[in-house]
């Protein structure tokens, strides 16, 4: 019961880490955009990583091969 | 004891199918954003007007994000048998998106007086965000139903496939945001 409360509380932070690093990475995006011309390409290149993190993270896209938990 | 083991490999193999066919509807949906995303830089390149609200793109987007947070507590809290958890977080989700909505609302205000739709970049504008506006709209009524049904006593440990399916589907609609609004708000 305690093991799967921890467990329960690491993913829950697990979660908070993703978003800190996803806003994070929104307000460096914002940052670019604004105040750099010919932008496209670090702008191209800073969208994989929030996309990359969501993909891994809350959509669970490794549990396709594994078949679940 | 063997009919026990084979209904217990049926709901295995089940989950696996419906997770494979929620993914193929994913990348389907992914080739449709990536065909109006491409639009955009066909008709105009980089272009985009100096009217455009950046900061309300910012915040919004902050706020889509968010979001995903919460549909993600709320999917971990049904998962280990937190109803309330699972109903509080998907409520907070609904919440987030309607505020995604409104500020969406708010764009259209002013993105028909500076770039209405009959221009270049108001026809992309309009299509790409209508298009995403209406996904989080079906987003927000597929989250209504889950909760609707978790207030009912659906749902719980090993039995979540419902919840798990709607949050991806808006997870994945948080993955378009990210490559729209740059592509709206940002590129020049």
């Known amino acids: 019961m305690s093991e799967a409360r921890a467990d329960r509380g690491r993913k829950m932070r697990l979660g908070l880490w993703v978003l800190g690093w996803l ?13 750099l011309q010919h932008a496209l390409i670090p702008l191209v290149v800073l969208a994989i990583p929030p996309a990359w993190l969501i993909l891994r993270y809350f959509m669970h896209i490794d549990r396709l091969r594994g078949g679940g938990e | 004891m063997e009919a026990h083991v084979e209904a217990g490999v049926a709901t295995a193999v089940r989950a696996r199918a419906n997770r494979v066919g929620l993914w193929l509807f994913i990348a389907s949906e992914s080739f449709l954003f990536a065909a109006v995303i491409s639009a ?5 390149g980089v272009e985009r007007p100096q ?19 919460t549909a993600y507590r709320a999917e971990t809290s049904i998962a280990f048998g937190d109803r309330e ?24 205000k002013e993105g028909l007086e500076f770039f209405p739709p009959d221009t270049l970049f108001g026809s992309a504008f309009f299509t790409l965000i209508g298009l995403h506006a209406f ?4 987003g927000i009524g597929a989250l209504a139903v889950v909760y609707r049904l ?6 719980g440990p090993g039995d979540f496939w419902g919840v798990e399916g709607v949050v991806k589907y808006w997870h994945f609609v948080d993955v378009a945001w990210v490559f729209i609004y740059p592509t709206l708000y940002l590129v020049s």
């Open chain 2, 135 to 138: 996904h989080v709209l079906t």
């Open chain 2, 85 to 108: 958890g699972f109903l509080r977080n998907t409520a907070f989700t609904i919440g987030l998106g309607a505020l995604f909505l409104a500020g969406v609302g708010l764009e259209w």
């Open chain 1, 23 to 35: 806003v994070l990475i929104e307000v460096v995006e914002f940052v670019v955009g604004v105040n």
């Open chain 2, 150 to 155: 978790g207030r009912k006593g659906r749902f």
């Open chain 2, 51 to 69: 009217d455009l609200n950046q900061p309300l793109g910012f915040g919004i987007s902050l706020v889509l994000l968010s979001s995903s947070l």
């Open chain 2, 40 to 44: 955009r830089y066909f008709v105009l």
